[in-house]
């Protein structure tokens, strides 16, 4: 099982990425997935989940910006980050997540792709 993660880069405030993650093996069409961050010196953070059936939920500090979404022909999951902001710099991580407990907790990651943004 291996998730590679692309489409990080250098953008200037206001700009948009995506980012995209495919998965390798059988398992990515019945897996929850999600898209973590996380800035230096700061925890990983969980930015926005997709479910199997496509039903998505994200982090307060994205919500209206970023949008995830999923091919499960192509065993890609990506992460559409419209108006970037500099505080959304981070290296971005994809994970096979799991809802356990009113929450999401990832199972297993991938490398990760840097974001920067300039202000």
């Known amino acids: 099982v291996q998730l590679q993660a692309s489409g990080g880069g250098l953008v200037q405030s206001g700009g948009s990425l995506r980012l995209s993650c495919a998965a390798s093996g059988s398992i990515f069409s019945v897996n929850a997935m999600g898209w973590y961050r996380q800035a230096p010196g700061k925890q990983r953070d969980l930015v926005a989940a997709?479910?199997?059936?496509?039903?998505?939920n994200y982090a307060d500090s994205v919500k209206g910006r970023f949008t995830i979404s999923r091919d499960n022909a192509k065993n890609t999951v990506y992460l559409q980050m419209n108006s970037l902001k500099p505080e959304d710099k981070a290296v971005y991580y994809c994970?096979?997540?799991?809802?356990?407990?009113?929450?999401?907790?990832?199972?297993?990651w991938g490398q990760g792709t840097l974001v920067t943004v300039s202000s």
């Open positions: 994970a096979y997540v799991s809802y356990y407990s009113g929450s999401y907790q990832g199972n297993y």
């Open positions: 997709v479910t199997s059936g496509g039903s998505t």
